[in-house]
Structure formats: structure tokens, C-alpha cells
């Protein structure tokens, strides 16, 4: 499997091939902050599967060996590498994948920090576009 992505301008692009190791919705706070959503889906793949194919991320060290990828033109997060944790992956942010519903993720992952107004989330009325527009 070959899979392409990038940030929302299109100045950094990047490739992914092979099967990925693990996908997650991640509830840290750490993710909460660089986001500003309240979750984020991750896919890793090991570093020899990830390619830069344009430009060039920002890096950021969010928390000690946690390195965030992003584009330093529109911002978006794109990928994260955590030596300490994640030693030889690349966790590419799934939803800026061209296709993000090819990898679904399988777990949730840090919910002791999960926001608590998450668990009622199905309870919400739901709108196929913007209510009123």
C-alpha cells in the first residue's frame, strides 16, 4: 500500500508505503494543545516507510524527546517522531492523508486525559452540513 498526504497549503507532501504498525484516536493533552481539537488520529509507519516528497516541516519539541512536524507556512501538523516511545516510527497525523479513510484507527489511546464531554459526543444532534446554511 502507497498512501500520499500533507498540510493544508500543500507545501509539505509526504508518501507512506507498506502496512502501518498501529493507528489511534491519542486524548493526551499534549495532542489537545498542539491541535487544538480535542483528539487526534495517528498512524505510524516505520521511518524507512516515510518519505518527504515536498518542502520541508517545523519542528517543535512539545515534551521532552516528542517532536511535532508541521508546516511552517499554514501550520497544520503532519507528523510527530518520539525516539524515547515510538523508536524508528513515524506517526503521521491521519487526517491529513489524501485519502484519511483507507486507515481507520483501532484503539483510543491516553484517556485519562480524555475531555469529559467526549463520552456523550453520540448523544449530539447531527447536521450533514452546517445547520441554517
Partial sequence: MAL????QCGAVRYRVEGEPVHGALCHC????????????AWTAFPAAQFELIAGAATVFNSSGSAMRHFCPICGTGVYYTNEAVLPGLVDIQTATLDSPEALAPQVHIQTAERIGWMATLADLPEFERYPGG
Fill in 4 to 7: 500520499e498526504g500533507g498540510c
Fill in 29 to 40: 493533552r499534549d495532542c489537545q494543545r498542539s491541535s487544538g481539537a480535542p483528539v487526534v
